[in-house]
């Protein structure tokens, strides 16, 4: 069993819908990452969590420590949200453990 | 600020060949990585580097070699290359150890065959 699994593997969605990436994890965590990856394969960091709730944009991310779970919220979501979603923990020192990825296709 | 860069992007090799990836970041990170992506594997560490000077074994070190030679850069080489590496490699750094966000490279796809 992965440390870090992500639900649903792959997910699509019409325009304008709200959409929700799942993350549990196995093991205790000092921090949490929401990553995006482009089509062209390039990763850009959303956001890095240790507790509560953040907001940029139409993206949300929560994390609920104790029931070792995050979720990554889309609102109103666009054509251009469609990207392959990553979730990560960070364990020991500073190494990330890796989801698989939630592959996120918005339809127009 | 170009952040964190990775050389080549793309790369073919025959097995049995060596090459070396190549990353610098320009944010005065201490923390550089090297992941590798594959299909249904999500990414896994193969070395890092806490500081210059240093590095370790991720989870997936057998047959490649890392170099952190000053803070900016971190090397990754595969000295003969096999199949099995055919992969997209990743490069980050993040200022300290856990507090804050990584930065990636744009990847490598690197095909031996």
């Known amino acids: 069993k992965n440390e870090v699994e992500q639900s649903p593997q792959n997910l699509t969605a019409q325009e304008g819908e709200f959409i929700t990436i799942n993350c549990s994890y196995s093991?205790?965590?000092?921090?949490l990452h929401w990553l995006q990856q482009h089509p062209g394969g390039g990763i850009v960091s959303l956001f890095m969590?240790?507790?509560g709730k953040k907001k940029h944009g139409r993206l949300i991310a929560t994390i609920n420590i104790q029931e070792k779970h995050s979720s990554l919220h889309i609102t109103a979501s666009h054509p251009r949200d469609s990207a392959v979603y990553i979730c990560?923990?960070?364990?020991?020192?500073?190494?990330?453990?890796f989801g698989e990825g939630t592959q996120l296709t918005v339809n127009p | 600020n170009a952040g964190v860069t990775q050389t080549p992007k793309f790369q073919v090799l025959k097995t049995g060949q060596s090459m070396t990836l190549q990353c610098a970041q320009d944010?005065?990170?201490?923390?550089m990585y090297w992941y590798r992506q594959d299909p249904g594997m999500g990414l896994r560490l193969i070395y890092y580097?806490?500081?210059?000077?240093?590095?370790d074994k991720g989870e997936v070190p057998n047959g490649y070699n890392v170099s952190r030679l000053n803070k900016r850069e971190f090397s990754l080489r595969l000295e003969s290359a096999a199949p099995s590496q055919t992969s997209v490699y990743f490069c980050?750094?993040?200022?300290?150890?856990?507090?804050?966000?990584?930065?990636f490279g744009q990847g490598t796809r690197l095909t031996v065959v």
């Open positions: 990560a923990v960070r364990t020991s020192g500073s190494r990330l453990t």
């Open positions: 093991v205790g965590i000092s921090a």
């Open positions: 969590l240790s507790s």
């Open positions: 944010m005065n990170h201490n923390s």
């Open positions: 580097s806490a500081s210059e000077g240093t590095t």
């Open positions: 980050a750094s993040n200022p300290e150890g856990g507090s804050l966000r990584a930065f």
